[in-house]
């Protein structure tokens, strides 16, 4: 066990039974009263942003998290087997620590992997990526009054909104996190 002493923004700390990562640590020493730790937290399991006040010196679960980037190379079952480009290792990766982001994954990716004693607790997709719109709905001419957006499929089979200019063929560069068109990429 560590104190809250121990703690700075980027650590990994279990709180209420789930795996957190601060993302905000302040000391604060309010006039006649006792000092406090305030810290702002990133849920790993659900994405919630939670704070939380701790009592200078109290202690507190720090986790010892590795950071992995692995190379995504196939789908087995509810598993995603990925490598470790330097050792060629394959370890097998739940596909509920991707969450929605999977997808707009293709295999090749590189993706972090975040371990705690050879047990993956996060995924994280890249922050971008690039795939080819394989079928979009016909624009109606004229209609550009406004910011006209229409239903894409890519070659991944995840559906977006794309605007009214993009054509199959097309690649675009998509937001891992929303979901969202950001531009077309030019080759």
């Known amino acids: 066990m560590a104190s809250t002493a121990d703690v700075n923004i980027g650590s990994y700390i279990r709180f209420n039974g789930d795996i957190c990562q601060i993302m905000e640590w ?18 790993l399991r659900n994405g919630k942003l ?20 692995l190379q995504y190379l196939y789908r087995e079952g509810d598993n995603l087997v990925c490598m470790d480009q330097q050792t060629f290792d394959q370890k097998y990766i739940p596909v509920s620590l991707f969450g929605d982001a999977l997808q707009y994954m293709k295999e090749e990716m590189v993706v972090q992997i975040g371990f705690e004693s050879e047990m993956p607790i996060f995924a994280r997709p890249p922050k971008t990526v690039e795939l080819t719109v394989t ?19 890519l070659e991944t089979g995840a559906s977006i909104m794309v605007p009214i200019f993009v054509e199959a063929g097309t690649v675009v560069r998509i937001d891992t996190e929303s979901g ?8």
């Open 26 to 43: 302040q000391h604060r020493t309010p006039g006649n009263l006792r000092a406090f730790y305030q810290g702002k937290m990133r849920n």
């Open 135 to 153: 079928e979009a709905e016909h624009a109606v001419k004229g209609d550009t009054s406004n910011k006209v957006m229409k239903a894409a499929k």
């Open 180 to 187: 969202e068109y950001l531009d077309r990429v030019k080759k």
């Open 50 to 69: 939670n704070e939380h006040r701790w009592r200078s010196g109290e202690s507190m679960e720090v986790l010892r998290v590795e950071v992995h980037e």
